[in-house]
């Protein structure tokens, strides 16, 4: 059973940083991808970031490219969202998820979710 559990949210001013965690437990595939997505109330979800993690290929949406970074540690087993400069904007639920194969989406077409982690940044 794959269980996907966040870590990390909270509260930032902004400019200021956040690093979310993403561990894995399970088998998903021999080859997946990873991803950060995000939503508001009212509103659907949205991609931020995914990662092959066989190649190490990433994907940024442009509202995060050159704030966001995401990476993985395959020892253990963790992939991980660091956060700069955000914005009031950047304020969402955040959700960590997976899916098998070589194509790593930024819409939801994703089998695997965590439970979100909260991100509020003030102005």
């Known amino acids: 059973q794959v269980q996907l559990v966040e870590s990390g949210g909270g509260s930032v001013q902004a400019g200021g940083s956040l690093r979310l965690s993403c561990t894995v437990s399970?088998?998903?595939?021999?080859?997946?991808?990873m991803g950060w997505f995000r939503q508001v109330p009212g509103k659907g979800r949205e991609g931020v970031a995914t990662?092959?993690?066989?190649?190490?290929?990433?994907y940024y949406a442009d509202s995060v490219k050159g704030r966001f970074t995401i990476s993985q540690d395959n020892a253990r087993n963790t992939v991980t969202l660091q956060m700069n400069n955000l914005k009031p904007e950047d304020t969402a639920m955040y959700y960590c998820a997976a899916r098998g194969g070589v194509w790593c989406p930024l819409s939801p077409q994703y089998n695997y979710w965590g439970q979100g982690t909260q991100v509020t940044v003030s102005s």
């Open positions: 990662i092959h993690t066989a190649s190490g290929t990433t």
């Open positions: 399970g088998y998903i595939a021999s080859r997946y991808c």
